[in-house]
């Protein structure tokens, strides 16, 4: 069964970039590109940000980018703005028609 | 608009079941499936299992399997989460989503289901 592994927090000042990582366990993660980002906010459901590895939801801020390298995702957020501070996850879908959530990743903007 | 609204919060003891409910609007019921997630206290997102309100046909985590069952109502465009033999560490807030081609586009707003003797 697959798992997804993502950093506990990262951390990073108003205006820089930081990248969140999620890593399978198993080598499918590079044969399909059903990845996906969300993010939450304290008290409220979570929210997607990217789909299918790259694709931005309408709305959502350029300033969100998805990318796949082998058997890890990342999501990157330039120009860290305060209201990024969240915790964020990834999401891929697994065997037998299951999906599966990485841990999340705290972010802290300084 | 879509909307997902679902039922207040519960409070249950050990061993007793649950059946939280979640009511859909502003999309064609049966054309998307409607998953369950939950998030226990300070902790991450757990996919519970999702059914396809079409044919009823649903898939389950494999951790959840036997006791979670997926239901779903189509004249008021309803899906039901019913979780048995609850024991403290289910105690979460238990969310439904909708999968689109994006998946998990939009969100109930979530339930508390506290477990405790």
Redesign the interface.
């Known amino acids: 069964q697959s798992a997804l592994t993502q950093p506990a927090s990262v951390s990073g000042s108003p205006g820089q970039s930081i990248t969140i990582s999620c890593t399978e366990n198993s080598s499918d993660f590079g044969s399909h590109n059903r990845v996906s980002w969300y993010q939450q906010h304290p008290g409220k459901a979570p929210k997607l940000i990217i789909f299918d590895v790259i694709k931005r939801r309408s709305g959502i801020s350029n300033r969100f980018s998805g990318s796949k390298s082998g058997n890890t995702a990342s999501l990157t957020i330039s120009g860290l703005q305060a209201e990024d501070e969240a915790d964020y996850y990834c999401c891929s879908y697994g065997d037998s028609d299951t999906w599966v959530f990485g841990g999340g990743t705290k972010l802290t903007v300084l | 608009q879509v909307q997902l609204v679902q039922s207040g919060a519960e409070v249950k003891r050990p061993g007793a079941s649950v059946k939280v409910s979640c009511k859909t609007s502003g999309y064609t019921f049966i054309g998307y499936y409607l998953?369950w997630?939950r998030q226990a206290p300070g902790q991450?997102?757990?996919?519970m299992g999702?059914l396809n309100p079409h044919s009823g046909d649903t898939?389950?985590?494999?951790k959840f399997q036997g006791r979670v069952t997926l239901t779903r109502d189509t004249s008021i465009n309803t899906v039901y989460m019913e979780l048995r033999g609850l024991k403290s560490d289910d105690t979460a807030v238990y969310?439904c989503?909708r999968e689109a081609?994006?998946?998990?586009?939009f969100?109930?707003?979530?339930t508390l289901v506290a477990v405790s003797s």
């Open positions: 998953n997630v991450g997102l757990e996919w999702r898939n389950y985590a494999q969310y989503a081609g994006d998946p998990f586009d969100w109930g707003q979530g």
